[in-house]
């Protein structure tokens, strides 16, 4: 699998984070793609600040809502 590319103001914590859990000795890709998919609609949200609020988690978990329980 190529590496991801994230391009929210969060990139940067966003790729540190997946680093720190794959040196740690987790398979972390399916929740690296999972990171991936926050990080699009956070760059469509225009989130300007490095500051995650509720309202912003609760806009992107509307977007999961049709999904089924177990993918979201």
Do not use: N, W
């Not at 190529?2 to 540190?16: G, R």
């Not at 991936?36 to 978990?61: N, V």
């Amino acid at each position: 699998m190529k590496p991801l590319k994230f391009y929210s103001s969060l990139a940067l914590q966003i790729e540190s984070f997946i680093r720190l859990r794959q040196l740690s000795g987790t398979d972390y890709q399916s929740q690296a793609l999972l990171l991936c998919y926050f990080d699009r609609f956070l760059c469509k949200e225009k989130l300007e600040g490095s500051r995650l609020t509720m309202q912003i988690i609760d806009s992107y978990l509307h977007t999961l809502s049709d999904l089924a329980p177990r993918v979201r």
